[in-house]
Nanobody, 126 residues
Framework: QVQLVESGGGLVQPGGSLTLSCAAS????????IGWFRQAPGKEREGVSC??????????EDSVKGRFTISRDNAKNTVTVFLHMNSLKPEDTALYYC?????????????????WGQGTQVTVSS
């Protein structure tokens, strides 16, 4: 059974930091990519970052480059993907989701992410 469980959201002041976690299990972890997405009220969902568990290749949206870092930690039958968020801005406020896609050697399209977590809220406000 595929499971994606996010944690780590919360309220943080502008300029602060937060780390999100996504524990993924239930599929072939050797050929999976885990992505972070976010959706703010009234806006479209957007991809934030993605990592290949096959070789560690990472991708970032321009709006978070230099501020967010994605990493992974493999344990038996589970991979935990972290999104380290620094220099947070009010516009980073959103519901953050992690999702899993098959890794085929390129950054998966949003439509290729088949499994989604429930989401964790990040609010950046003073």
């Amino acid at each position: 059974q595929v499971q994606l469980v996010e944690s780590g959201g919360g309220l943080v002041q502008p300029g602060g930091s937060l780390t999100l976690s996504c524990a993924a299990s239930g599929f072939n972890l050797d050929y999976v990519a885990i992505g972070w997405f976010r959706q703010a009220p009234g806006k479209e969902r957007e991809g934030v970052s993605c990592i290949s568990n096959f070789d560690g290749t990472t991708y970032y949206e321009d709006s978070v480059k230099g501020r967010f870092t994605i990493s992974r930690d493999n344990a038996k039958n589970t991979v935990t993907v972290f999104l380290h968020m620094n220099s947070l801005k009010p516009e980073d406020t959103a519901l953050y989701y992690c999702a899993a896609a098959r890794w085929l050697g390129y950054r998966p399209l949003s439509s290729e992410f088949d499994y989604w977590g429930q989401g964790t809220q990040v609010t950046v406000s003073s």
